[in-house]
């Protein structure tokens, strides 16, 4: 019996465990599935340009499977992928022009923060004398984290789903599936927020244990040494692993999201394509 990855009711949008939830058991449900994909993804990442332009569509490719999980229209892995390779360089564009504009917000959150610090530094400054320099450099550090997270993490979830537009719907570009996620997710900021928030940790431990805990063994190594790069080395093939166990995750949720936004906001009436004269599985 399949799975039901669905919200009990179309009208409600499903709670950041749901999400999260769903996103889990899609994962778990096809690991082999989107653990050969990611697999792949990683080493195409390894060419510039073209690698990553089929990273980024491999990327859609994983949601576009788990989307049609959830509208119980299932693909065959051949059958997705007729729809996204020709749009290869369009789903380059989104991940260049989201990553673009994320670079952008965090510097001109930075410019802003740091304004904000330096007023705030010189006023303390000058009621306070030298202990309002420590107070205000305090809260300034402070106040800049908090402008930035909060600035990125808010466009981030505008831009959350940019991606699965162009590997789901048809007649669309890249341009188009980046304003179709910042308008599907308009009233949903703050629960996208936390639905990214809950999938960090849930992530953290398998990020923590092969992307960063083999880098602290290079910390007492002399650079250049040959055990240096033997480790390095092993870094950087854990890390790889690490990106395609995550990766498929990652991607699952997003589709989670794009279909809970669309049926709140559009209805349950969505169809991947038309229904298949055929099983593809």
Request: glycine share 8%; proline share 5%; aromatic share 12%.
């Amino acid at each position: 019996m399949a799975e039901s990855f669905g919200s009990p009711s179309p009208m409600q949008p499903l709670s950041v465990g749901n999400v999260v939830s769903a996103a889990v058991r899609l994962y778990r449900s096809h690991l082999k599935t989107y653990l050969k994909l990611a697999l792949i993804a990683h080493l195409w990442a390894l060419v510039p340009i073209y690698g990553w332009a089929k990273y980024a569509a491999i990327s859609g490719l994983i949601s576009r499977l788990a989307f049609g999980e959830l509208v119980s229209q299932p693909e065959s892995v051949k059958a997705a992928r007729s729809h996204v390779n020709p749009r290869l360089w369009s789903f380059l564009r989104v991940a260049f022009q989201v990553a673009l504009y994320l670079l952008l917000i965090y510097i001109g959150l930075a410019i802003a923060g740091g304004i904000l610090a330096t007023v705030i530094g010189f006023v303390f400054g000058a009621i306070l004398g030298s202990t309002g320099v420590i107070i205000a450099t305090t809260l300034s550090i402070i106040i800049v984290v908090i402008i930035v997270l909060l600035g990125l993490t808010w466009f981030y979830a505008r831009w959350a789903v940019a991606e699965v537009p162009l590997a789901v719907e048809e007649n669309i570009n890249g341009g188009e599936s980046i304003d179709r996620s910042w308008e599907l997710t308009k009233t949903s900021v703050i629960r996208i927020q936390g639905v990214v928030l809950v999938a960090f940790f849930v992530t953290l431990p398998i990020v923590l244990l092969l992307n960063y805990v083999p880098s602290l063994f290079l910390v007492r190594l002399e650079p250049g040494s040959t055990i240096y790069w033997i480790v390095y080395s092993i870094s950087l093939v854990t890390s790889l692993i690490g990106g395609i166990f995550v990766m498929p995750f990652w991607q699952a949720l997003k589709a989670v999201l794009y279909f809970d936004l669309r049926s709140r906001r559009e209805g349950l009436g969505l169809q991947l394509r038309e229904p298949p004269t055929q099983d593809f599985r």
